[in-house]
């Protein structure tokens, strides 16, 4: 091997143990600028040496054209699916049947959470990622390969030679909702849940999309020469878990129906606190010696069964729809219900979307309809179930019920909008949004003070914020002396988010978290990024026409251009600063926080040590220099302790803080 393979070699294997560390294990090690610094060294080093280039290589996920179909791939056994239990007692006579099947032995179950996602095989070989093929008809599937290695869990290259692992592809709930916000503002079709975008992102021909859907993959079958690959599935998965494939936590060996019964119970009170959604828990017989004597009928395994949560849905009655008025001066229909619990939460509101929706459900004012709440917490109607008596239909309205402006349905979009800029509506929604935490993180900005500071003409914009006194915020109704003066430092301090903030923070379409990332890296200043024409702003990644033009046509209009002017007059920062660590009293010192703190949050207190030049990691290991803890802090703690790690308490961070 010559010195630049070695290299080539050894800058691989380091990225890709930190995309493990990061996609799978969800514990980085590094921040998102030296893991780029990383990637963007071997791009450089294989742009030299175009020869060397592996199709296993971490800059190789996203690659090649757009396709004109999917081929057909066999697979190498039949992907059945699996029976389900509906109750309790469907899970009691599945649970009799193993047993009088193998009559006095001993076994257990292993209960994995049942994934709502879609399954997909794929193969390796010499531990090198060959082929993604989609269930399909359980024989024959699409393959999905060029789709598939897009998802960052999913490894490029293991350290196993020739075999298959079968899992779900899902999207994350986060990633859904985003998604869905996105082709709003696009005038796109919504996805109507996680599980149909995932299978629509993987089956687009499209690599590149794919790539920008943050799918995660989750892997549940190890498959060798064409049969299991461990003597239990148990095994199994833990084979996966070291092969460096995501292999949900949440799982365990019961040893017996009743321990199953518990599980599945522990996780349908905690499903909403999963990232991803599920619809129930399978259970398989571990001993595979075992599975193979239960055997399979035409359709399923006899060893194993899906238990499904009972839907959350309840009938009620549409009362009434309100229009709301969006940032972008999108209308939003809001069905007002007859309050109604479903899974054990009162539900009184539900979105309808847009007007093709209420179209689509043939939905009136007064009908009963069944709500179903799923994962993405807002209620959504299914379907109308009885007509009322005295239904009546539904129209947007064709004037602004804020402003009274016109409204216009935009060409090749669903949405109609109010045309009017500054309509207070949207001027509420747009200031949230720029005060949201994941934006500018102005803490204490809610809804109720926006609603102030519009009505009593305050602020007329997002700029104004930075010129309110503390004595005016003093002013408003329901404001205490000290929450006043704590909202002014609020407002001072989100002077220091980075560019890529400030740029989602400016409310064009289109440009969210994400692009506002991708733009800032790519450009480093906002100057840069408003003189570029499309054609320079599509070479970014992942950004299209679409979103190019939507830039274009912001910086083009002159009352936006002079909002970026008073921002720059508040001395937001408009230049990308590196956001790896700086040099300061925590350099080289890796902590983690545990518990609540007394005063700081979690975000609070790991902003400010990496302010200082010091890491934050959620794992403790024998790396940690700190462990920081707080009240009712857990597991963490008692590892820090057996590892006899350093535990300091929230007065001494302050003091290392102010070093
Ligand atoms: S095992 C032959 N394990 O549920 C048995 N399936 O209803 C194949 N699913 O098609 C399935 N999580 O798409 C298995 N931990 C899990 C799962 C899981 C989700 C899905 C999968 C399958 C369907 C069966």
Same mark, same amino acid.
Request: net charge negative; proline share 5%.
């Given at each position: 091997?010559?010195?630049?393979?070695?290299?080539?070699?050894?800058?691989?294997?380091?990225?890709?143990?930190?995309?493990?560390?990061?996609?799978?294990?969800?514990?980085?090690?590094?921040?998102?600028?030296?893991?780029?610094?990383?990637?963007?060294?071997?791009? +450089?080093?294989?742009?030299?040496?175009?020869?060397?280039?592996?199709?296993?290589?971490?800059?190789?996920?996203?690659?090649?054209?757009?396709?004109?179909?999917?081929?057909?791939?066999?697979?190498?056994?039949?992907?059945?699916?699996?029976?389900?239990?509906?109750?309790?007692?469907?899970?009691?006579?599945?649970?009799?049947?193993?047993?009088?099947?193998?009559?006095?032995?001993?076994?257990?179950?292993?209960?994995?959470?049942?994934?709502?996602?879609?399954?997909?095989?794929?193969?390796?070989?010499?531990?090198?990622?060959?082929?993604?093929?989609?269930?399909?008809?359980?024989?024959?599937?699409?393959?999905?390969?060029?789709?598939?290695?897009?998802?960052?869990?999913?490894?490029?290259?293991?350290?196993?030679?020739?075999?298959?692992?079968?899992?779900?592809?899902?999207?994350?709930?986060?990633?859904?909702?985003?998604?869905?916000?996105?082709?709003?503002?696009?005038?796109?079709?919504?996805?109507?849940?996680?599980?149909?975008?995932?299978?629509?992102?993987?089956?687009?021909?499209?690599?590149?999309?794919?790539?920008?859907?943050?799918?995660?993959?989750?892997?549940?079958?190890?498959?060798?020469?064409?049969?299991?690959?461990?003597?239990?599935?148990?095994?199994?998965?833990?084979?996966?878990?070291?092969?460096?494939?995501?292999?949900?936590?949440?799982?365990?060996?019961?040893?017996?129906?009743?321990?199953?019964?518990?599980?599945?119970?522990?996780?349908?009170?905690?499903?909403?606190?999963?990232?991803?959604?599920?619809?129930?828990?399978?259970?398989?017989?571990?001993?595979?010696?075992?599975?193979?004597?239960?055997?399979?009928?035409?359709?399923?395994?006899?060893?194993?069964?899906?238990?499904?949560?009972?839907?959350?849905?309840?009938?009620?009655?549409?009362?009434?729809?309100?229009?709301?008025?969006?940032?972008?001066?999108?209308?939003?229909?809001?069905?007002?219900?007859?309050?109604?619990?479903?899974?054990?939460?009162?539900?009184?509101?539900?979105?309808?979307?847009?007007?093709?929706?209420?179209?689509?459900? %043939?939905?009136?004012?007064?009908?009963?309809?069944?709500?179903?709440?799923?994962? %993405?917490?807002?209620?959504?109607?299914?379907?109308?179930?009885?007509?009322?008596?005295?239904?009546?239909?539904?129209?947007?309205?064709?004037?602004?019920?804020?402003?009274?402006?016109?409204?216009?349905?935009?060409?090749?979009?669903?949405?109609?909008?109010?045309?009017?800029?500054?309509?207070? &509506?949207?001027?509420?929604?747009?200031?949230?949004?720029?005060?949201?935490?994941?934006?500018? %993180?102005?803490?204490?900005?809610?809804?109720?003070?926006?609603?102030?500071?519009?009505?009593?003409?305050?602020?007329?914009?997002?700029?104004?914020?930075?010129?309110?006194?503390?004595?005016?915020?003093?002013?408003?109704?329901?404001?205490?002396?000290?929450?006043?003066?704590?909202?002014?430092?609020?407002?001072?301090?989100?002077?220091?988010?980075?560019?890529?903030?400030?740029?989602?923070?400016?409310?064009?379409?289109?440009?969210?978290?994400?692009?506002?990332?991708?733009?800032?890296?790519?450009?480093?200043?906002?100057?840069?990024?408003?003189?570029?024409?499309?054609?320079?702003?599509?070479?970014?990644?992942?950004?299209?026409?679409?979103?190019?033009?939507?830039?274009?046509?912001?910086?083009?209009?002159?009352?936006?251009?002079?909002?970026?002017?008073?921002?720059?007059? &508040?001395?937001?920062?408009?230049?990308?600063?590196?956001?790896?660590?700086?040099?300061?009293?925590?350099?080289?010192?890796?902590?983690?926080?545990?518990?609540?703190?007394?005063?700081?949050?979690?975000? %609070?207190?790991?902003?400010?040590?990496?302010?200082?030049?010091?890491?934050? +990691?959620?794992?403790?290991?024998?790396?940690?220099?700190?462990?920081?803890?707080?009240?009712? &802090?857990? +597991?963490?703690?008692?590892?820090?302790?057996?590892?006899?790690?350093?535990?300091?308490?929230?007065?001494?961070?302050?003091?290392?803080?102010?070093?």
């Amino acid at each position: 091997m010559s010195q630049t393979e070695i290299e080539l070699e050894k800058l691989r294997a380091e990225l890709r143990r930190h995309e493990h560390l990061y996609y799978v294990l969800d514990q980085p090690e590094l921040s998102d600028a030296e893991y780029d610094r990383l990637m963007r060294e071997l791009a +450089s080093l294989e742009a030299r040496h175009p020869e060397l280039v592996t199709s296993d290589s971490p800059t190789q996920r996203v690659g090649g054209k757009p396709r004109e179909g999917f081929v057909k791939a066999r697979h190498s056994m039949p992907m059945l699916s699996l029976d389900n239990a509906l109750n309790p007692r469907e899970l009691r006579e599945f649970d009799r049947r193993v047993r009088d099947l193998i009559p006095g032995e001993e076994f257990a179950y292993v209960a994995e959470l049942k994934l709502d996602g879609l399954s997909v095989a794929v193969r390796y070989r010499d531990g090198v990622l060959h082929q993604a093929v989609t269930r399909g008809d359980g024989l024959t599937g699409e393959d999905v390969t060029a789709n598939a290695r897009t998802i960052r869990s999913l490894p490029l290259r293991t350290n196993g030679g020739d075999f298959e692992v079968r899992g779900e592809v899902v999207m994350p709930r986060a990633a859904f909702m985003r998604l869905n916000q996105e082709r709003e503002e696009a005038g796109l079709p919504r996805y109507a849940n996680p599980r149909n975008s995932a299978a629509g992102s993987l089956r687009v021909l499209d690599p590149s999309i794919t790539a920008g859907r943050q799918l995660d993959f989750y892997a549940y079958f190890y498959i060798v020469n064409g049969d299991y690959g461990r003597p239990s599935q148990w095994d199994a998965l833990e084979t996966l878990a070291e092969l460096g494939f995501k292999v949900n936590p949440a799982r365990q060996k019961c040893a017996g129906l009743t321990e199953l019964e518990e599980f599945i119970h522990e996780w349908e009170t905690k499903r909403d606190s999963l990232p991803y959604e599920i619809d129930g828990v399978v259970a398989k017989v571990d001993v595979l010696d075992q599975q193979r004597r239960l055997g399979w009928t035409a359709k399923a395994p006899r060893w194993a069964i899906a238990y499904k949560y009972p839907a959350r849905e309840a009938e009620t009655v549409l009362e009434e729809i309100l229009v709301q008025v969006g940032r972008t001066g999108v209308l939003t229909p809001v069905a007002v219900l007859r309050p109604v619990t479903v899974g054990g939460v009162t539900v009184a509101r539900a979105t309808l979307h847009n007007e093709d929706e209420i179209a689509r459900l %043939d939905l009136e004012i007064g009908d009963k309809v069944l709500v179903e709440r799923s994962g %993405d917490v807002i209620p959504k109607i299914v379907r109308v179930t009885q007509r009322g008596e005295s239904r009546r239909p539904f129209r947007l309205p064709e004037a602004c019920p804020v402003c009274g402006s016109n409204v216009v349905r935009v060409e090749g979009e669903v949405a109609r909008r109010c045309v009017n800029s500054s309509c207070p &509506a949207r001027l509420k929604e747009s200031i949230l949004h720029f005060a949201r935490r994941s934006v500018m %993180d102005i803490d204490g900005l809610g809804e109720a003070l926006v609603d102030q500071l519009v009505d009593r003409k305050l602020v007329g914009s997002v700029a104004d914020l930075y010129d309110l006194t503390a004595e005016q915020l003093a002013g408003l109704d329901r404001m205490a002396e000290k929450s006043a003066a704590n909202l002014h430092a609020s407002i001072a301090g989100s002077r220091t988010q980075p560019l890529e903030r400030v740029l989602n923070g400016l409310g064009i379409p289109f440009v969210g978290e994400r692009t506002g990332q991708i733009l800032a890296r790519a450009f480093g200043t906002l100057d840069a990024i408003a003189a570029a024409d499309p054609a320079r702003l599509q070479a970014a990644e992942e950004v299209g026409p679409k979103v190019a033009e939507s830039i274009r046509g912001f910086f083009s209009e002159p009352h936006n251009r002079e909002l970026v002017e008073r921002l720059r007059g &508040a001395e937001l920062r408009f230049t990308e600063e590196s956001r790896g660590p700086q040099i300061g009293s925590l350099t080289g010192k890796t902590f983690v926080l545990t518990g609540t703190l007394p005063s700081l949050t979690r975000e %609070d207190a790991k902003a400010r040590i990496e302010a200082s030049g010091g890491k934050v +990691s959620t794992a403790v290991s024998k790396k940690t220099s700190f462990v920081v803890a707080g009240e009712d &802090a857990g +597991s963490k703690l008692e590892k820090a302790r057996q590892l006899g790690i350093a535990i300091i308490g929230e007065p001494e961070l302050m003091e290392m803080l102010n070093a």
